[in-house]
Each structure stands twice: as structure tokens, then as C-alpha cells.
């Protein structure tokens, strides 16, 4: 990247920013959620790779709703009839007579509604963690009350342009992960400012698109994750149960966001269903040492200090343990709670910058602990997993304050160096089968 934004013209005369990439056979329209700015896609390195595997095969269409983003600003927020006029008037642009639709969060509404009026463009329908109505009624009862809306909505806007909020509830398994919430802060900042964005989340509140489900005649793919920790599932099995030929695929995981968390099962599955087959997509792996390390008692210290001088202090040992990552030739993968994940392509190196940080970190007053394993990662983006990553964070849970533990593996990689350990006898590490012997790095 970079795609070149393009500006299409609505009936009205408002102007829609557009752009499309990717030149497979069938056009994949991508409908956002509200807040939404489509150059920042290609600031991160995970969502970016979510949105060029989509183009892979497809020529993926994607635009910012009028009134966010690169699209004209507005002052009061547009209803659907109008958000559906620039659907028309970007496939237009685009020379795309009809396309695939795909829908997150609540841009599934508006979706939803141009399948039912423009069934000659709609193709097919994909909807991931969408919904028919946000607030609650007497026959639906799972969405949130009024009362409860209004509160995450004061939370949203007393948030806004910080990104915590979001990046922690549309991402659990990320919080922590500072590269995330501030790629969601400058995303906020980009689409549209909080009184704006208060304004746009109460009209989304009032919309409820329900007596249209049954006029949907494009075949309809609905994606949510099992465990989804901001979109209750139910609202995507309403939408199986009430629109036809639609079929509910309900994925592993508890990250709303689809490009974190295991974005290829959420991509696989939309090109098996626009395509009819799925390509094997063979994921990068290497072998590295991976490193987690936690700051001990870290919520007894912050109550202690209270969140200005905790806040300094975070601050402090963030520069401290990137400054030892960096004399190490580590790469810092990410901020995890109060500590980091990083990888090596040495172990001897990875002992040495741990051993670092402890020693380092003990000048603020922090006791920092750390774990090690050797293993072959997955490289996800800019992000790793695997197992070796699972067990390099269960092996951290066992080491004491200012303990390096290491893995056997690790162990016997070094052997030769100077490095010394003591035995810490075969334990069980959570989630991970077998025993593990592991060792205490000596000074």
C-alpha cells in the first residue's frame, strides 16, 4: 500500500471517499462500521493484513460513510435511505454493477437494507458481529437498555480519541497492547469528533431493521465468535434465524475486532462462501526465544502511588526495558498488562536482556519477573503466536520476583556459555500437556 482515495458523488452532492485493491473475479464491497477512516487501515500491520488477504480474491471495494473519515463531514448524522445512496453511487465509481456486500458491527443495518431495495446489486450478503436493532425491546431482549447505552455512550465520549475503552472491550485478548489502542485513538480522531460521534451512536440506537430481514434475497453468510466480549452472539443468530437462506458460522474466540485474534478462520470463511473453496494459507513461522516479562504487585504499587506518578512510573520502566531489548537486539512485540513480549533469535541473548530488565527496573522501585521458551512461532503481522508463545507466558507464571525461569529448551541452548541455573523441578504449565522441567537463571 498505499491505495489511491478516490471521491465519488451521491445524489445529493455529497462526496464519498472511495478507493479499491486487489483484481480478483467478483467485487467485495466492504460496508464499515460508523467510525471509520480508510487510509489508517494501512497503519497497522495486523489490520492490514486482515484487509490485503480479503483482496486476494477478491477486488475489494472499501469508502468511509458520509460524515466520517475522508468523506464529506456532516453536522447532523445521515439517516439510512441516505447511506444507501452512497452505496449506489460508490459501485458506480467503481464500474461494479454487483458485488458482495460485507458488513461489520452496525454498518450490517444499512447492509441489510440495501440488500432488501437493490437485490439486482447484491450478489451476496456477509455480515460479522452485525445485528438488527443495538437497544432493547420486549421481544429482544439481549441488546442493551436505554439506561446502559446512555452510560457506555457518556464512557465512549469521555474516551474518545484515547482508544482504551474500545481497544480493551472490542479486543480482551489484546489489552495491554499499546500499538492497538493507539492505532484505535488515531482512528477515532481521524473519523470524527466525540460530540459528532455521540450524536452518530444515538441515531445507530434508534435504528432497528428488522421488517426487512424477510425481503433479504441474497444468500447471506452470518460470522460471529463464540465468546465475543462486546457483541452478544444472539444478535447474529436472529439475524440466521429471520433472513433467508442465511447461514450462521459461529467462531472460536472472545476478540470482536475480526482482523485481531484468529483473523484467517474469519477471512476463510468469506472466500469459501463468495468463492466456493478456501485456499490453504500457510502462515510465516520461525524459531525465536520469546520473552514475557510482568511487573509483581503492580496493583498494589499503582493504588499506592495513584495513577499520575503510576502512570510516571510505567512510563520510566517502558524506556528501560526497550533500552535493554534493543542492547540485546530484541523485538519488542508488545506492552501485555503491566509488562512486554518480545523475541530473540538468540537464547543466550534473550537471558541477557532479561536478566537486564530486572536488574534495571529494580532503580524505580518495581520487581519484575520473566519467562522463557525456544520455540517455532507464528508470525501474525507485526504479532506472534503459537504454542512456544503459550508457554513462554505459563513458564513467566511460575518465576518469583526478579526470577528469570527458562525452559529446557532454552537451558540446553546455551549450554557452553556462561550462563548458570538452578533447578526448579518438572512442574505442570496451565493449558500446555505434560511436565516441563524449567530453571532459574543464577547471577
Same mark, same amino acid.
Given at each position: $500500500?498505499?491505495?489511491?482515495t478516490?471521491?465519488?458523488?451521491?445524489?445529493?452532492?455529497?462526496?464519498?471517499?472511495? &478507493?479499491?485493491?486487489?483484481?480478483?473475479?467478483? #467485487?467485495?464491497?466492504?460496508?464499515?462500521?460508523?467510525?471509520?477512516?480508510?487510509?489508517?487501515?494501512?497503519?497497522?500491520?495486523?489490520?492490514?493484513?486482515?484487509?490485503?488477504?480479503?483482496?486476494?480474491?477478491?477486488?475489494?471495494?472499501?469508502?468511509?460513510?458520509?460524515? &466520517?473519515? $475522508?468523506?464529506?463531514r456532516?453536522?447532523?448524522?445521515?439517516?439510512l435511505?441516505?447511506?444507501?445512496?452512497?452505496?449506489?453511487?460508490?459501485?458506480?465509481?467503481?464500474?461494479?454493477?454487483?458485488?458482495?456486500?460485507?458488513?461489520?458491527?452496525?454498518?450490517?443495518?444499512?447492509? !441489510?437494507?440495501?440488500?432488501?431495495?437493490?437485490?439486482?446489486?447484491?450478489?451476496?450478503? /456477509?455480515?460479522?458481529?452485525?445485528?438488527?436493532? !443495538?437497544?432493547?425491546?420486549?421481544?429482544?431482549? =439481549?441488546?442493551?437498555?436505554?439506561?446502559?447505552?446512555?452510560?457506555? $455512550?457518556?464512557?465512549?465520549?469521555?474516551?474518545?480519541?484515547?482508544?482504551?475503552?474500545?481497544?480493551d472491550?472490542?479486543?480482551?485478548?489484546?489489552? @495491554?497492547?499499546?500499538?492497538?489502542?493507539?492505532?484505535?485513538?488515531?482512528?477515532?480522531?481521524l473519523?470524527?469528533?466525540?460530540?459528532?460521534?455521540?450524536?452518530?451512536?444515538?441515531?445507530?440506537?434508534?435504528?432497528?431493521?428488522?421488517?426487512?430481514?424477510?425481503?433479504?434475497?441474497?444468500?447471506?453468510?452470518?460470522?460471529?465468535?463464540?465468546?465475543?466480549?462486546?457483541?452478544?452472539?444472539?444478535?447474529?443468530?436472529?439475524?440466521?434465524?429471520?433472513?433467508?437462506?442465511?447461514?450462521?458460522?459461529?467462531?472460536?474466540?472472545?476478540?470482536?475486532?475480526?482482523?485481531?485474534? #484468529?483473523?484467517?478462520?474469519?477471512?476463510?470463511?468469506?472466500?469459501?462462501?463468495?468463492?466456493?473453496?478456501? +485456499?490453504?494459507?500457510?502462515?510465516?513461522?520461525?524459531?525465536?526465544?520469546?520473552?514475557?516479562?510482568?511487573?509483581?504487585?503492580?496493583t498494589?504499587?499503582?493504588?499506592?502511588?495513584?495513577?499520575?506518578?503510576?502512570?510516571?512510573?510505567?512510563?520510566?520502566?517502558?524506556?528501560?526495558?526497550?533500552?535493554?531489548?534493543?542492547?540485546?537486539? @530484541?523485538?519488542?512485540?508488545? &506492552?501485555?498488562? #503491566?509488562?512486554?513480549l518480545?523475541?530473540?533469535?538468540?537464547?543466550?541473548?534473550?537471558?541477557?536482556?532479561?536478566?537486564?530488565?530486572?536488574?534495571?527496573?529494580?532503580?524505580?522501585?518495581?520487581?519484575?519477573?520473566?519467562?522463557?521458551?525456544? @520455540?517455532e512461532?507464528?508470525?501474525?503481522?507485526?504479532?506472534?503466536?503459537? !504454542?512456544?508463545?503459550?508457554?513462554?507466558a505459563?513458564?513467566?507464571?511460575?518465576?518469583?520476583? +526478579?526470577? /528469570?525461569?527458562?525452559?529446557?529448551?532454552?537451558?540446553?541452548?546455551?549450554?557452553?556459555?556462561?550462563?548458570?541455573?538452578?533447578?526448579?523441578?518438572?512442574?505442570?504449565?496451565?493449558?500446555?500437556?505434560?511436565? =516441563?522441567?524449567? =530453571?532459574?537463571?543464577?547471577?
Amino acid at each position: $500500500m498505499p491505495v489511491q482515495t478516490r471521491y465519488a458523488t451521491a445524489r445529493d452532492g455529497c462526496r464519498i471517499a472511495w &478507493s479499491a485493491i486487489g483484481d480478483g473475479p467478483i #467485487d467485495l464491497l466492504y460496508v464499515p462500521q460508523t467510525v471509520s477512516a480508510m487510509e489508517h487501515i494501512w497503519d497497522h500491520p495486523t489490520v492490514m493484513g486482515f484487509f490485503t488477504r480479503l483482496a486476494s480474491f477478491s477486488r475489494l471495494i472499501l469508502y468511509d460513510r458520509r460524515g &466520517s473519515g $475522508m468523506s464529506e463531514r456532516l453536522e447532523t448524522p445521515a439517516p439510512l435511505e441516505e447511506q444507501i445512496d452512497d452505496v449506489h453511487a460508490v459501485l458506480d465509481a467503481a464500474g461494479s454493477q454487483r458485488a458482495t456486500v460485507c458488513a461489520l458491527y452496525e454498518g450490517g443495518p444499512m447492509a !441489510m437494507l440495501f440488500a432488501a431495495s437493490a437485490p439486482d446489486r447484491v450478489a451476496a450478503l /456477509v455480515l460479522y458481529a452485525s445485528f438488527a436493532r !443495538m437497544t432493547w425491546a420486549p421481544d429482544y431482549d =439481549w441488546a442493551l437498555p436505554p439506561d446502559l447505552r446512555a452510560k457506555v $455512550m457518556d464512557a465512549l465520549e469521555e474516551d474518545w480519541g484515547v482508544g482504551t475503552l474500545l481497544a480493551d472491550g472490542f479486543a480482551p485478548g489484546y489489552k @495491554g497492547d499499546r500499538r492497538l489502542s493507539d492505532w484505535i485513538a488515531r482512528l477515532q480522531r481521524l473519523a470524527m469528533d466525540p460530540r459528532y460521534a455521540r450524536r452518530v451512536n444515538e441515531v445507530n440506537g434508534a435504528v432497528d431493521v428488522r421488517p426487512v430481514l424477510a425481503s433479504i434475497q441474497a444468500p447471506t453468510l452470518v460470522l460471529h465468535r463464540r465468546d465475543d466480549a462486546n457483541i452478544n452472539p444472539r444478535h447474529s443468530q436472529y439475524l440466521a434465524d429471520h433472513i433467508p437462506r442465511a447461514r450462521l458460522c459461529v467462531l472460536e474466540g472472545a476478540d470482536s475486532l475480526p482482523f485481531v485474534g #484468529d483473523s484467517e478462520a474469519v477471512a476463510g470463511e468469506i472466500e469459501e462462501f463468495i468463492t466456493g473453496g478456501r +485456499r490453504e494459507h500457510e502462515a510465516d513461522r520461525v524459531l525465536a526465544t520469546v520473552l514475557f516479562t510482568d511487573i509483581v504487585g503492580s496493583t498494589e504499587r499503582a493504588a499506592e502511588l495513584g495513577d499520575a506518578r503510576w502512570r510516571s512510573l510505567l512510563e520510566q520502566h517502558a524506556s528501560l526495558v526497550l533500552a535493554q531489548l534493543a542492547r540485546h537486539r @530484541g523485538r519488542a512485540i508488545k &506492552s501485555v498488562g #503491566d509488562g512486554y513480549l518480545a523475541t530473540f533469535d538468540g537464547p543466550a541473548r534473550a537471558i541477557r536482556a532479561a536478566s537486564g530488565i530486572c536488574a534495571e527496573v529494580a532503580g524505580l522501585g518495581l520487581e519484575v519477573r520473566a519467562g522463557l521458551h525456544t @520455540g517455532e512461532c507464528e508470525v501474525i503481522g507485526d504479532d506472534v503466536g503459537g !504454542m512456544a508463545v503459550h508457554i513462554a507466558a505459563r513458564v513467566m507464571a511460575t518465576a518469583g520476583a +526478579r526470577e /528469570v525461569v527458562v525452559s529446557s529448551t532454552v537451558k540446553d541452548l546455551v549450554v557452553g556459555s556462561e550462563l548458570r541455573f538452578e533447578a526448579r523441578g518438572e512442574q505442570e504449565l496451565r493449558g500446555v500437556p505434560g511436565l =516441563w522441567r524449567l =530453571w532459574a537463571v543464577t547471577a
